[in-house]
């Protein structure tokens, strides 16, 4: 019998059980490692599969500045202790356009947790970030410090180090099943086992209502994302050697610097989400949705996009998509919260978000499993 059963270990689960981890024992997570083959894949994706999650502390919610600044405040405590660097601390840019107040409430909330940002004109942008095409009409929000990108994967492996090593037991499986027993809750693996604890926590993100593992509706909307990757090499490595993370107001996009992948190549990466994207509620939609190229309406339009602001890139010839899930709540915010009395809660709902503040999530969870 375990004190906490954590089901899923991507970002939101691999954060919670170090949390529960370090303050007690009897705690278990159980979450597969990350396919070795999509196409081969029979069983349950993650978000958290690339190399590059913009992090900064700046965001138009309060809720977000706070957890992210949390967190970011923690990764070199995480990275010293488990041997795992996963931030690296490029910077962020905000490009803001006429009549949006997206920078200013940015700005505000980087100032209520005490981060300090500095406001761009359109030529400070360009004599920056001379890479980047823009017109006279934009303004710019830079952080810098506290902001970046981290490597999702590098950060779950981070968590899950240390949770091993503050006693948490690891089961790569999947769970089909989660239900009251006589003694707590039961969670069915795929391998048949069938493991028992007080308490769940179900941190399974986009696959939670596809895998039924709430035994409450919680309105999720997953929506399948598409990004491209653009192979950076020769003069461009060192045109963008100073490239921040970048949101672009207008359109919506964010645009990572390049970044190294396990292929040894180093690609730039864009993505624009949208509440037009495909929504997936049933599993095999959703496994099919990960196999796949993603949309190539959005590969047309992100290209001609990224081309259009870095111009330098129509050069390149090396251009790929991925795919992705984004778990979408009604109120914008994770749901970590008691579903079922006082015995199985959730931490769900990264709403495209919820890499950079994820320690915080988890640790928000870890809480509520404690109390
Ligand atoms: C294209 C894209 C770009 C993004 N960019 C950013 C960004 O720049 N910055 C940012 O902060 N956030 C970003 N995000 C969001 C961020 O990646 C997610 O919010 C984050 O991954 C959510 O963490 P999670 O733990 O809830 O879900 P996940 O990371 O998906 O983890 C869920 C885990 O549950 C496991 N699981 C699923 N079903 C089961 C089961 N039945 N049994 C056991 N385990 C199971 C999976 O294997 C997975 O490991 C982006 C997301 C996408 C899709």
Not at 150 to 166: D, N, W, Y
Not at 251 to 264: K, V
Not at 346 to 368: E, F, Q, R, S, Y
Request: proline letters at 4%; a negative charge.
């Amino acid at each position: 019998m375990h004190k906490v059963i954590v089901v899923g270990r991507g970002l939101f689960g691999s954060a919670a059980t170090r949390h529960l981890a370090e303050r007690s024992d009897g705690i278990l997570c159980v979450g597969p490692d990350e396919p070795t083959n999509r196409l081969t894949h029979t069983g349950v994706f993650g978000s958290h599969y690339d190399e590059g999650r913009m992090t900064r502390v700046v965001d138009p919610s309060s809720e977000w500045a706070v957890t992210a600044k949390n967190s970011i405040d923690r990764y070199a405590d995480l990275e010293t202790r488990s041997g795992i660097k996963f931030f690296t601390p490029s910077g962020y840019l905000g490009i803001g356009e006429p009549g949006s107040d997206y920078n200013e409430r940015c700005a505000a909330a980087g100032a209520l947790v005490g981060v300090a940002t500095e406001k761009l004109s359109a030529i400070e942008i360009r004599a920056k970030f001379p890479f980047l095409s823009i017109d006279d009409n934009a303004d710019g929000l830079l952080e810098i410090g506290t902001a970046g990108h981290i490597s999702p994967r590098a950060m779950v492996h981070a968590q899950t180090k240390l949770a091993e090593m503050a006693g948490a037991e690891l089961v790569r499986d999947e769970a089909t099943k989660i239900c009251n027993s006589a003694n707590g809750i039961e969670v069915e693996l795929a391998s048949g086992k069938i493991l028992e604890a007080d308490k769940v926590l179900v941190a399974t993100g986009g696959f939670t209502s596809a895998c039924g593992l709430s035994p409450v509706d919680l309105g999720l909307r997953v929506f399948g994302r598409t990004v491209v990757l653009v192979k950076i090499e020769g003069s461009l490595t060192h045109e963008l050697s100073n490239m921040p993370t970048i949101i672009h107001c207008a359109s919506g996009a964010y645009i990572l610097p390049p970044i190294r992948y396990p292929d040894e190549n180093t690609y730039l990466k864009l993505g624009i989400g949208t509440d037009s994207d495909r929504t997936f509620k049933r599993l095999e939609d959703l496994q099919a949705w990960f196999k796949g190229e993603g949309s190539e309406k959005n590969r047309r339009e992100f290209t001609d996009f990224i081309t259009n602001l870095i111009p330098s890139l129509k050069t390149c010839n090396d251009w790929h998509t991925n795919t992705c899930a984004v778990t979408q709540t009604l109120s914008g915010l994770p749901i970590i919260d008691y579903v079922d009395g006082r015995k199985i809660a959730v931490a769900v709902g990264g709403n495209g978000k919820g890499a950079k503040g994820a320690d915080d999530w988890g640790k928000i969870a870890a809480d509520l499993m404690s109390s």
